[in-house]
C-alpha cells in the first residue's frame, strides 16, 4: 500500500551527512530532469537509476540507501555530473554511500586489495625483490634475443631518473612479457626512466573502497618515495 | 593527491601523452605503413579516469592522434558517443572486483554495442581495468575483436615486437612482421 509522503516526518540525516563531506554536492538543486538516468549504463541495475536515487536521498530513506548494492554497480564514471544541469555530484554521494557500509560488509575482491596495497605496498602483495627479479629477468631475455635491444635499459628504484613510470602491478605478476613493448618504446626515445618500487601500481584499491585513510597513507607514502628517495621529476601513469 | 592536499613537487603525466609529444617532436618514428594493404580496423575506449576524470578532451585528443599516426587515418573508426563523453566500459571504480558478474556484464552491454557498431576487430584499452572488462564482455557476448595496448600496436608497426608480446594479438597478426634472426 502506497503512503502519502509527510514533510514534516522527513529526516534526510544522510543527505545532511553528504552535504556536510561535500559542501558542493548540489544535492537539492536536482531538477529531476533525468540526463543523468538516460546516460547512464547503470540505470535500472538493482532496480535504481542515479536520479531515484537522489530523490531517495532528498526524501531521507536513508535506510533503504544504506541497503543498496547498487553502490557497488555504479562505476563513479562521472558521466552523469559530466551531463548534470546543476551539478549534482551524484559519483561523490556513491562514494559516501560505498564509505557507509562496515568495512567488512565491502565486497571481499576490493577489500582485499586495499589492504594487500597497504601491507605489501602493491595490490597484488608482490614483494619488492620478485617485482625486481622479474623486470630483470624479463630484460635479459630481451637484451640476449633481440640484437636491437642489446643495451635496452631498466631499473627499479634508480634515484635521478626524469621519469618514474607507474605499472599497474598485475602486469609483472601474470603477464611478465606484457611489459617489454613499453621499455622498447623508451629505448627508442631514450627516456631516462625508473620504477619506483614504493607502493607502486597505477591502481588504487581503497578509492573504490571508500577508504579514505587507506588511500591517503597509499599516496603519501608514493609521493614521499619520489620526492624524497628518487627526486624524479615527472610520474607517469601507463595505460 | 588533490583530494587530500597532499603537496608533491613532481609533475604528473601520462604515457599516452608522451607518446603523443615524442611523436610530434620527430623523437618517436613510427607510422601506419605496416596497416596500409591489411586495412585492419581498430577503435578506442576512453578510460573514465584518465580521459573525463583527470585531463580532459584534450587527452582522448591526444589518443586519437597517436592512434591514427599507428594505424593509419583511414582505419580508424571512432565510437558513438566518445571522448569525454564516452560511456564507461563497466569495469571501473573496482567493479571487476566487487562481485556483481551479472551486473557488471549489464553495464558492459552498451559498450558492447558501441564497439559492434564501429565493426573494428581491434579495440584499443590503454587501461588495465577496461582492457580485462571488454574482452570479459567480447567473450560473454559473442563479439569477434581483440583488445589491445596501444604499447603492442606501437612496437608492431616500428617492427619491433617480440614473439611473446603478442597474447593479444588476433590470428591475422600473431606472426606479422616478426623479426627473423638470420642464420650466421
Not at chain 1, 562521472?78 to 556513491?94: E, G, H
Amino acid at each position: 500500500m502506497s503512503l502519502p509522503i509527510e514533510i514534516n516526518e522527513m529526516a534526510p540525516d544522510f543527505k545532511a551527512l553528504v552535504l556536510d563531506r561535500v559542501p558542493a554536492a548540489n544535492l537539492d538543486l536536482c531538477l529531476t530532469c533525468g540526463t543523468c538516468t538516460a546516460g547512464c549504463p547503470a540505470s535500472e541495475l538493482f532496480d535504481m537509476d542515479p536520479r531515484k536515487l537522489v530523490r531517495m536521498v532528498v526524501l531521507g530513506l536513508d535506510e533503504e540507501i544504506a541497503k543498496t548494492p547498487w553502490a557497488w554497480v555504479c562505476t563513479m564514471c562521472t558521466r552523469c555530473i559530466n551531463a548534470c544541469p546543476m551539478k549534482v555530484d551524484i559519483p561523490k554521494l556513491v562514494y559516501n554511500m560505498r564509505a557507509g557500509w562496515p568495512r567488512e560488509k565491502r565486497p571481499k575482491g576490493i577489500l582485499g586489495s586495499c589492504d594487500m596495497h597497504i601491507r605489501a605496498g602493491n595490490a597484488m602483495g608482490v614483494p619488492t625483490e620478485d617485482f625486481i627479479w622479474t623486470v630483470e629477468d624479463v630484460a635479459e631475455e630481451i637484451q640476449m634475443t633481440d640484437p636491437r635491444f642489446q643495451d635496452l635499459q631498466v631499473s627499479v628504484d634508480r634515484p635521478g631518473a626524469y621519469y618514474a613510470i607507474n605499472q599497474n602491478s598485475r602486469e609483472p605478476v601474470t603477464e611478465p612479457d606484457e611489459l617489454a613493448p613499453l621499455w622498447k618504446i623508451l629505448h627508442a626515445v631514450g627516456a631516462d626512466w625508473t620504477y619506483p618500487s614504493v607502493m607502486w601500481g597505477g591502481e588504487n584499491y581503497c578509492l573504490f573502497l571508500a577508504d579514505d585513510e587507506g588511500w591517503r597513507y597509499i599516496l603519501e607514502e608514493f609521493v614521499y618515495h619520489i620526492d624524497n628517495t628518487l627526486k624524479c621529476p615527472v610520474v607517469v601513469n601507463t595505460e | 593527491m588533490r583530494k587530500f592536499k597532499i603537496d608533491h613537487k613532481f609533475e604528473f603525466t601520462t604515457l599516452i601523452t608522451l607518446y603523443a609529444q615524442w611523436i610530434r617532436e620527430g623523437k618517436l618514428k613510427v607510422n601506419s605503413d605496416w596497416n596500409k594493404d591489411l586495412k585492419i580496423k581498430f577503435t578506442a575506449q576512453d578510460p573514465c579516469n584518465m580521459v573525463r576524470k583527470t585531463w580532459g578532451q584534450k587527452m582522448a585528443d591526444d589518443m586519437r592522434f597517436v592512434i591514427r599516426t599507428i594505424v593509419g587515418e583511414e582505419n580508424f573508426i571512432d565510437m558513438v558517443p566518445n571522448g569525454i563523453n564516452n560511456y564507461c566500459c563497466g569495469g571501473g571504480g573496482g567493479a571487476l572486483q566487487a562481485g556483481f558478474t551479472d551486473q557488471r556484464r549489464a553495464y558492459g552491454k552498451v559498450k558492447f554495442d558501441q564497439i559492434q557498431e564501429t565493426g573494428a576487430t581491434y579495440v584499443f584499452a590503454p587501461c588495465h581495468n577496461c582492457h580485462a572488462q571488454i574482452e570479459d564482455i567480447g567473450h560473454h557476448y559473442g563479439g569477434h575483436y581483440n583488445v589491445v595496448h596501444i604499447w603492442t600496436i606501437m612496437c608492431l608497426a616500428m617492427g619491433v615486437l617480440g614473439e611473446n608480446e603478442r597474447t593479444y594479438l588476433g590470428d591475422d597478426l600473431k606472426d606479422f612482421g616478426l623479426h627473423k634472426e638470420e642464420p650466421s
